[in-house]
């Protein structure tokens, strides 16, 4: 197992009252994938850092994507080559690195009538895909006759099928994945903290160097200092509103797009694999992906301008991808009152005069202010990791020229993540067994088990650990289960209410919100119990969570629930 104690709620007063006597080399503004991604760096090359996010980890785009580690076949149309060969290559690392949450898993990619993709077309394309991201051999496409495709996949409309695909994607839960990173880091010595504002800059006296933060501490509610050599701002859809508590935006900024998702019942949706397919009004491809008993489609590309923490899915975006699985899929007859959940997620992508959102490129770049912050910007949840190296390039390179500092090269390509030390990828699959064998007299199923695992990987027997330790006659093995996942998310990763666990760490809200109803009070009451909650503390959390509840369905209100 590789745990660190250090990662908690439960010693955050004294962490934080160290933060304002210490001198980093490295603050990061921002909790999400590229933030987490930049700590693990800087750290696993020796340099002091800090990490802040002023809401949870991953509370943005990072718990919002279509939670994929794919390569990018899209790009291809656009002529990202070398897009494509990188993200290939990192989809690949990853695998490696975090077996637990990344998953290989097989795409169809039917072709239709006045598609946007031909026969001859997507065969090409799979051929360079599969040849520029290094695809292993019994991943690579294969190409299929109508007949076989229907054989694949009966619910496809056959009266346009011209034939298709299937190559492989790797599925992921984007927000552990985030979360795992940052234990990583912690690891190697990044403090990191959720909840903690940046709302100002401090700068060297007699100049313009920025050389330190003002914080909030949104759980303590005090307001505090950090003091750095380095600044990188890696605050997604937020950059450019942290750029100008710097200085007044020039030259590039952000365009923000919204990706819309909804979650329905699986038998609603009975998918025997992942499909990528055509939507039939705008020349675009979205996803259908069964995860347990749900399936989830997206996503949408529009232009956002709203409020940025909370984007939300509003009846035309449902409408349009309940449209266009009606389309392709014309038998299950979807409708909104089939959604459980949705989810918005903001691309945080470089504006260029004159494209569509869906036009726009997903690369990554690097700004610099006047006053020496570096901002990233762009990018894909797939290349992180190469992000966050090009990110701390240009970080060791400044500490070069300011003290002489040796430049170290990246070394995150050898480490293994939290939670996925396993001698090959192969052995997540024997892990489980082993587990449910040793655990089925207790009362927990190889499902539960499994599912344990695809969350905390080479961690889980810690979770289980906290069920045996339970003294709680009448429970259920079931509610035993979930009280110590969350036991082991409050000790290990930072968790501080509801949402954390129930969003974040677990994905329950998105993917099993019919059953949170149930066991909403009896998480509250444990939760009550490890944080030492007030009674006014404890209405509050759940008032927090209830919001998150009715708010990914809260666009039937303008609807009606039935239409």
Request: net charge neutral; glycine share 8%; aromatic share 10%.
């Amino acid at each position: 197992m590789d745990l660190t104690r250090n990662f908690t709620i439960l010693n955050r007063p004294q962490t934080i009252a160290g933060i304002e006597n210490t001198t980093y080399d490295l603050i990061i503004i921002g909790g999400g994938i590229t933030g987490a991604g930049i700590a693990l760096d800087a750290a696993s090359r020796g340099l002091k850092t800090l990490l802040l996010e002023m809401q949870d980890f991953a509370a943005g785009t990072s718990s919002r994507s279509t939670k994929l580690i794919h390569g990018g076949l899209r790009y291809l149309k656009q002529l990202e080559v070398g897009l494509v060969r990188e993200v290939g290559q990192e989809r690949a690392l990853l695998y490696s690195k975090a077996p637990h949450i990344v998953h290989p898993k097989k795409m169809l990619l039917p072709i239709i009538e006045n598609g946007s993709l031909g026969v001859n077309a997507t065969s090409f394309g799979l051929y360079m895909y599969d040849w520029l991201a290094g695809v292993e051999k019994d991943e690579r496409r294969s190409m299929h006759t109508k007949a076989e495709l229907l054989q694949m996949e009966p619910l496809l409309r056959d009266d346009l099928l011209l034939g298709g695909g299937l190559y492989y994607e790797y599925q992921t839960d984007d927000a552990r994945l985030t979360i795992e990173v940052l234990k990583t880091a912690n690891k190697f010595g990044a403090t990191c903290f959720n909840y903690t504002e940046v709302t100002g800059f401090h700068y060297q006296t007699g100049s313009n160097k920025i050389a330190g933060v003002k914080v909030f501490d949104h759980i303590g509610k005090a307001a505090f200092s950090a003091y750095a050599k380095q600044v990188v701002n890696a605050a997604g859809p937020w950059v450019d509103i942290v750029r100008t508590k710097d200085e007044h935006v020039k030259g590039k900024r952000l365009h923000l797009t919204k990706g819309v998702h909804v979650v329905v019942p699986y038998e609603r949706l009975p998918l025997q694999q992942a499909t990528y397919f055509d939507t039939p009004t705008d020349n675009r491809m979205i996803f259908a992906i069964p995860r347990g008993n749900t399936t989830y489609i997206g996503t949408t590309d529009t232009t956002y301008t709203g409020n940025i923490a909370n984007p939300q899915a509003d009846a035309e975006d449902v409408e349009y991808i309940l449209s266009a699985v009606n389309f392709m899929f014309p038998s299950v007859n979807l409708t909104i009152a089939d959604v459980l959940s949705t989810w918005t997620g903001l691309r945080p992508l470089i504006h260029e005069d004159g494209k569509a959102p869906s036009a726009l490129s997903r690369k990554d770049e690097i700004f610099y202010s006047h006053n020496g912050l570096i901002s990233i910007a762009g990018g894909k949840l797939t290349g992180f990791r190469k992000m966050a190296e090009r990110t701390v390039d240009a970080v060791m390179k400044e500490l070069y020229k300011t003290e002489g500092r040796d430049i170290k090269n990246c070394i995150t390509d050898s480490i293994t993540l939290s939670g996925g030390h396993f001698i090959y990828p192969e052995d997540v699959e024997t892990f489980i067994q082993e587990l449910a064998a040793q655990y089925e007299a207790q009362g927990i199923t190889v499902q539960q088990i499994e599912d344990l695992v695809y969350k905390y990987g080479s961690n889980t027997p810690q979770v289980l650990q906290f069920f045996e330790e339970q003294k709680k006659p009448g429970k259920k093995p079931k509610e035993k289960l979930l009280l110590a996942e969350l036991r082991y998310c409050v000790q290990y990763e930072m968790v501080s209410n509801l949402s954390d666990f129930l969003i974040r760490r677990t994905g329950r809200l998105y993917f099993e919100r019919p059953s949170i109803e149930k066991v909403m009070h009896l998480l509250l009451d444990e939760l009550e119990k490890l944080l030492g909650l007030t009674k006014q503390q404890k209405l509050k959390c759940y008032s927090d969570f209830e919001k998150e509840y009715r708010f990914v369905v809260q666009f039937k209100e303008t609807v009606g629930a039935g239409s």
